[in-house]
């Protein structure tokens, strides 16, 4: 079965520190992946994607992640995190398949930065 | 630019009452329309989506339609409100391809009492 796992719940790491929320996927051909923010109540907003290319790839906010094939994880990384980086962080899989294409979101990784 | 507009932001109903969210798109056409519930903060459940006028994929069995009157519009119904779809709805739009990525509207959060 296709998915994306989030393996942790939740991450807490100190202001100015750096922060890695991470994201694994289990899914055949070849995915687009995608981060996205939450704040509480609120949409999700787009981060970044990976579509081919560089394996690293920089986003919105000062937020990047590496595309790892071979270790099929997608993991997103700030070298210095901010409070107002606190937030709900869903990583997203997009591939296609016959007749149109799907997209899977894992389950969400809160993070909290502390002052 | 594209811009998504959904309302009402907060809603409470009571149990058995009809539900109406509505949602529309500016700025595209033709767009890939989804409806997700997120409960308690967390995952995201897709409901129902839509590649054009009138076609409806509904993912979950439950109490709720969505329909698509115009290409930009996509409504989520309920004829009786149960206690169980108290949450957090999402309208989002994709372009036609899986390299677009999603845009989300603000949600709507329903509170059954």
């Known amino acids: 079965a296709q998915s994306v796992a989030q393996p942790e719940d939740q991450v807490n790491v100190a202001e100015g520190n750096p922060l890695t929320v991470k994201c694994t996927y289990s899914v055949s051909g070849n995915p687009y992946l995608f981060w996205y923010v939450q704040y509480p109540n609120r949409g999700l907003q787009f981060l970044l994607k990976y579509i081919t290319g560089d394996n690293l790839v920089k986003g919105s906010y000062g937020f990047e992640a590496e595309f790892n094939k071979s270790q099929t994880s997608f993991h997103l990384k700030k070298p210095s995190a901010l409070v107002s980086d606190s937030a709900l962080y869903f990583c997203a899989v997009s591939l296609r398949y016959t007749g149109g294409f799907k997209t899977i979101f894992g389950a969400g990784t809160r993070l909290f930065v502390k002052a | ?113």
Do not use: M
């Not at chain 2, 700025?27 to 009138?54: D, E, M």
């Open chain 2, 1 to 113: 630019s594209q811009t998504i507009h959904q309302w009402p932001a907060t809603l409470v109903q009571p149990v058995g009452s009809p539900l109406s969210l509505e949602c529309t798109v500016e700025g595209t056409s033709n767009p890939n329309l989804y409806w997700y519930r997120q409960a308690a903060g967390r995952g995201l459940q897709l409901l129902f989506y839509s590649v054009g006028i009138g076609q409806i994929s509904s993912e979950v069995p439950q109490n709720l339609s969505a329909s698509r009157p115009q290409d930009r519009q996509f409504i989520l119904s309920s004829k009786k409100l149960l206690l169980s779809d108290s949450g957090f709805y999402l309208c989002a739009w994709s372009g036609q391809g899986e390299y677009y990525g999603y845009t989300f509207g603000s949600g709507t959060r329903l509170t059954v009492v």
